[in-house]
């Protein structure tokens, strides 16, 4: 059945089912009908034994038995009886039996209840027989009454042929109201799959459209839109990525190129082309890094970059790399701070884990100006560490804060391209941060600076220090170092 359509696969499920539900209740109600039928025989045919029974017994010796059942059961409305004696002699048979009579029962003299039983005989063909054991004139007597189950046997084949040939009717008809049915189910899938067949790459803002948004097929719609959704925006930021990228790889590759052909046309000087080569080995460096971002990036998306599991000091990592840092910052004529981090161990890859950290102390010395003052601080309650970073730069405007996440995003090009950067630092930064299971948050006022914060599970060695004078201090040198808003 896997090359029909579901809609013919439905209609013959309802077929089949339909078809075992009625031959179970054709079942059902012929043999009911059967058991009803002779059940209603039984309890005549025991009136009728019960009668003839006394009659029996009121006759006095077994000569006249004979003569007086005979004035009234030789022949009686469709009954036969039978009465003998306990060697098996017929006392009294009517004329309906013929000389064969009734088959003897099996000996139950103790019995009192009528027994019942279904023969064939010779004159009745398919008949009921009913017996009883009882005491009359000369011993033990058998009495026997039967009667004709023609009349059930015809009211049965009458139910049969009925059953049989309605059934097929009603199978035929539901076979059809199946299939329209299927049909009329079916139909909005029909419509979503001649809607999903439009959708291409060139025409992912397209949607599948549903009649009832509550319904089964209109959750699946919505499914669907979800991820079409999910797919155009993938494929809008691969596309920006690859032009971004493009346009990045561009400009150091025209440079170099630009630097060799006006080497190559001027004539050979032991100064000019030793100068060239240092240009070119800058923009060599400057590709190298790009590469090596865009190779780290690739592979944190593929989930190749797996994270190990190792236990390490957090707090150790953040004031050897902040040691590290002040030197650059010294250099740009920043204060370069860290305040008191609490003892605290997390899960996770040590370098990688550096690697952030050099990269938002790196942006927070670069746009932070001469003067300028950036603190490290940490805290931890609740089973997660939270370190920040708050420098008094020249922050970041609101409508571009969205956004800087994003890979080659830059707030100001031109500045960044001053200032070596490629756009991708707070890319990898928030990719490192997710492999440990964290959140990096950045919050920012154009002219007071920047705050990155970085929220990691961890196991805290002791609880932070509370807010005190020390605190509203460094808030207060932050605030008096910031630049005047512009």
């Known amino acids: 059945?896997?090359?029909?359509?579901?809609?013919?696969?439905?209609?013959?499920?309802?077929?089949?089912?339909?078809?075992?539900?009625?031959?179970?209740?054709?079942?059902?109600?012929?043999?009911?009908?059967?058991?009803?039928?002779?059940?209603?025989?039984?309890?005549?045919?025991?009136?009728?034994?019960?009668?003839?029974?006394?009659?029996?017994?009121?006759?006095?010796?077994?000569?006249?038995?004979?003569?007086?059942?005979?004035?009234?059961?030789?022949?009686?409305?469709?009954?036969?009886?039978?009465?003998?004696?306990?060697?098996?002699?017929?006392?009294?048979?009517?004329?309906?039996?013929?000389?064969?009579?009734?088959?003897?029962?099996?000996?139950?003299?103790?019995?009192?209840?009528?027994?019942?039983?279904?023969?064939?005989?010779?004159?009745?063909?398919?008949?009921?027989?009913?017996?009883?054991?009882l005491r009359g004139p000369g011993g033990w007597l058998t009495v026997q009454a039967a009667i004709s189950l023609a009349p059930n046997d015809r009211a049965l084949r009458e139910l049969l042929t009925a059953l049989l040939f309605a059934g097929p009717l009603v199978v035929a008809g539901t076979l059809g109201g199946g299939y329209w049915l299927a049909r009329k189910a079916l139909a909005p899938v029909e419509r979503m799959a001649a809607a999903a067949q439009e959708i291409t790459l060139t025409r992912l803002d397209r949607r599948i459209s549903a009649q009832n948004s509550g319904d089964e097929l209109g959750r699946l719609a919505d499914t669907f839109n979800d991820m079409i959704a999910r797919l155009q925006r993938s494929f809008e930021e691969v596309r920006r990525f690859t032009a971004d990228a493009a346009h990045e790889l561009r400009t150091p590759l025209a440079s170099m190129r630009t630097e060799a052909e006006v080497a190559l046309?001027?004539?050979?000087?032991?100064?000019?082309?030793?100068?060239?080569?240092?240009?070119?080995?800058?923009?060599?460096?400057?590709?190298?890094?790009?590469?090596?971002?865009?190779?780290?990036?690739?592979?944190?998306?593929?989930?190749?970059?797996?994270?190990?599991?190792?236990?390490?000091?957090?707090?150790?990592?953040?004031?050897?790399?902040?040691?590290?840092?002040?030197?650059?910052?010294?250099?740009?004529?920043?204060?370069?701070?860290?305040?008191?981090?609490?003892a605290c161990s997390v899960r996770g890859d040590s370098d990688r884990m550096r690697q952030l950290w050099f990269n938002v102390l790196d942006n927070a010395i670069k746009y932070t100006p001469a003067g300028g003052l950036i603190e490290v601080s940490g805290a931890c309650a609740d089973g997660r560490t939270r370190i920040v970073v708050a420098d008094s730069g020249i922050g970041i405007p609101a409508e571009h804060l969205p956004r800087v996440f994003d890979r080659f995003y830059r707030v100001d090009p031109a500045r960044s391209r001053e200032l070596e950067g490629t756009g991708l630092g707070l890319s990898i930064c928030r990719s490192i941060a997710e492999a440990h299971h964290g959140r990096l948050e950045i919050e920012s006022i154009p002219g007071r600076g920047t705050k990155v914060t970085l929220a990691l599970p961890c196991e805290c060695r002791r609880q932070p220090a509370e807010r005190g004078p020390a605190s509203e201090a460094r808030e207060d040198r932050l605030a008096a170092a910031a630049p005047p808003a512009r």
């Open 1 to 133: 059945m896997k090359w029909l359509s579901i809609r013919w696969r439905l209609t013959l499920w309802y077929g089949i089912v339909l078809t075992a539900i009625l031959a179970g209740f054709s079942v059902a109600v012929y043999g009911l009908m059967r058991h009803y039928l002779l059940a209603m025989t039984d309890a005549a045919l025991s009136e009728e034994l019960e009668d003839f029974s006394g009659d029996v017994k009121r006759c006095e010796d077994p000569a006249s038995l004979a003569r007086e059942l005979g004035l009234r059961y030789t022949s009686h409305d469709g009954y036969v009886f039978q009465v003998s004696a306990r060697g098996g002699a017929v006392l009294f048979r009517s004329d309906g039996l013929g000389p064969d009579g009734l088959p003897a029962p099996a000996p139950r003299w103790s019995s009192r209840s009528p027994g019942y039983a279904t023969r064939t005989l010779a004159r009745l063909g398919h008949a009921r027989l009913a017996w009883k054991v």
């Open 265 to 342: 046309r001027s004539p050979r000087c032991p100064d000019r082309d030793q100068r060239v080569l240092e240009d070119l080995l800058e923009e060599i460096d400057r590709l190298t890094r790009l590469v090596t971002q865009l190779l780290f990036l690739c592979r944190e998306d593929a989930g190749l970059s797996s994270v190990p599991h190792v236990p390490m000091r957090l707090d150790e990592i953040v004031r050897d790399v902040a040691t590290h840092m002040q030197v650059m910052a010294r250099d740009n004529g920043v204060a370069l701070e860290l305040a008191t981090i609490p």
